[in-house]
């Protein structure tokens, strides 16, 4: 497993930059945070990683050049996306949201969920990501975490290698916040995991590196220390440079 490695990487919408030259290696195993200000790019970037905007530049993943796929492609190459708002079937159990996403519904194995069973990707992901006693609920049912948990159980049993996750904890509770930091570190024993956030309280507490954007570009990158300590990155947040008593 080598990870994501983004080169030069450009996003242009009708002359405005959107994404400027950006360079990005996240290993395998790396849970990284990126952070910026709105508009800084960061939904972009992942838009361009997994096909959904043209771009320039180069990105592989695992060895294998992304850009200039189609979406499907790249999501059948491991790569695999949560957006702000979670894409899961209201009307349709945990199970059968993981089923479809797996394929088993279309797949002769299906049989064996007439027989009750449940093939194993799909009980692994359960297990995963805390669903398993609620398996046989209504998506529509679940509480707002649980429902980001299942869209990231969905790319699970799609063997996703690389989780690009948009703001998971944006309206979450301080326990599903926990929860949803525990569950990157779990994800992250054989992946590569790529979270944009704003929650900065969630970013201390969870990321293992730090890839700050602003303008489109690259600001700062490094330990959660490194890049809180950056006078860049203060100056982009806090309009100014520190004083002594904001370091503080
Ligand atoms: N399809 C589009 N057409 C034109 N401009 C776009 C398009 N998508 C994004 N932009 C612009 O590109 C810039 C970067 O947007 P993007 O959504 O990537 O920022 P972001 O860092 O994710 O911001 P936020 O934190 O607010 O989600 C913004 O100025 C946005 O208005």
């Known amino acids: 497993m080598s990870g994501l490695t983004v080169r030069d990487l450009r996003v242009v919408f009708d002359g405005f930059v959107a994404v400027d030259g950006v360079d990005l290696e996240v290993p395998a ?19 361009a990683i997994t096909g959904l905007v ?6 592989t993943f695992d060895d294998h ?6 979406v499907h492609r790249i999501a059948r190459l491991g790569v695999g996306r949560t957006f702000q708002t979670a894409a899961v079937f209201e009307e349709l159990t945990v199970l059968q949201n993981l089923d479809i996403a797996a394929g088993w ?10 027989r009750g069973q449940v093939p194993s990707s799909v009980a692994e992901a359960l297990t995963t990501v805390g669903l398993s006693a609620v398996r046989d609920e209504l998506a529509g049912t679940l509480a707002h975490g649980q429902k980001q948990w299942l869209e990231i159980g969905m790319l699970l049993v799609q063997d996703a290698k690389l989780l690009l996750l948009d703001e998971p904890v944006a309206g979450m ?9 525990d569950l990157l570190g779990r994800l992250a024993a054989d992946r590569t995991v790529l979270v944009i956030e704003h929650d900065m309280d969630f970013l201390r507490r969870f990321a293992r590196t730090v890839t ?5 570009k690259v600001l700062s ?11 860049r990155v203060q100056e982009v947040y806090l309009g100014h440079a520190p004083s002594a008593s904001e370091v503080a």
């Open 221 to 231: 990158e490094g330990t959660v220390a490194e890049v809180q300590a950056d006078p």
């Open 105 to 114: 519904s279309r797949h002769p194995l299906s049989l064996l969920r007439a």
């Open 65 to 70: 050049a992304l850009l200039g796929r189609k």
């Open 54 to 59: 043209r771009a320039t530049g180069s990105v």
């Open 173 to 181: 509770s301080q326990s599903e916040r926990d929860a949803t930091g």
């Open 212 to 216: 700050v954007m602003h303008a489109g």
């Open 29 to 47: 195993g790396d849970v990284r945070f990126v952070i910026g200000p709105n508009g800084a790019g960061k939904t972009t970037l992942i838009d």
